[in-house]
């Protein structure tokens, strides 16, 4: 059982360029989320989704656009990067919003 | 807006030692309160949930208590050692429809042998 997926890792992006990071989960989850994490600071919410089709903004969306086509993946699209988007991106689901989360392992971006 | 406060930031303790992590929360209409480790450059791994009817959960060594009316939570760690170094982040749900999990900044807890 693989849980959450997180493609890629690591990547560098230049000022501008676009690019989509890739979550994926196989426990059949209901909710996928969409958080990043700053230095020394806690996760703050971008998006998450109740469900196929269904997204909603959270705390910090701008800059970033979701789909939500399928129950298992949950891509977040960065359209044009800038330096204030570097951080480390975390995707997570749960069952239903009142369980508990599962966590993918990170994609940490780095904008120069 | 909930806002979740977790002090101490940053803890270093002998091996050994018992130790207490405290989370504070300002809003106490919560479903539930969850406690995930993170190790340096890794994702958030879940190590207790409490539902907001309860008052404490335990795992193994770690007992996590809930305090819904006055906001808190503290998660206990017996007899410390040096593999619990990692920060501790601590989440609350609020009761509202589909209020995701609201996060503390975490604490960095060093376990020194």
């Known amino acids: 059982n693989a849980g959450v997926t997180q493609t890629p890792k690591f990547r560098i992006l230049k000022i501008g360029q676009s690019m989509t990071l890739q979550c994926t989960q196989d426990?059949?989850?209901?909710?996928m989320y969409w958080y990043r994490q700053d230095p020394g600071m806690g996760l703050k919410l971008i998006y998450y989704s109740v469900g196929a089709g269904i997204t909603d903004k959270g705390e910090v969306p701008n800059g970033y656009n979701v789909s939500r086509s399928t129950t298992e993946d949950f891509p977040l699209r960065l359209e044009l990067a800038a330096p204030s988007q570097t951080s480390v991106y975390f995707c997570?689901?749960?069952?239903?919003?009142?369980?508990?989360?599962?966590f993918g392992s990170g994609t940490r971006l780095t904008v120069v | 807006k909930q806002e979740v406060t977790q002090i101490p930031a940053a803890l270093s303790v002998p091996e050994g030692e018992n130790l207490v992590l405290n989370c504070s929360f300002t809003d106490s209409a919560i479903y539930n309160l969850q406690w995930f480790r993170q190790d340096p450059g890794k994702g958030l791994t879940s190590l207790l949930l409490?539902?907001?009817?309860?008052r404490e959960q335990t795992s193994g060594r770690l007992n996590a208590s809930l305090d819904k009316s006055s906001g808190r939570s503290t998660l206990y760690i017996a007899a410390s050692q040096p593999g619990d170094s990692a920060t501790y982040l601590c989440a609350v749900k609020g009761n509202s429809g589909n209020t995701p999990l609201v996060f503390g900044k975490g604490t960095r807890l060093s376990v020194i042998a």
């Open positions: 426990m059949n989850h209901n909710y």
């Open positions: 409490i539902q907001s009817s309860q």
């Open positions: 997570a689901s749960s069952y239903l919003g009142s369980y508990g989360y599962t």
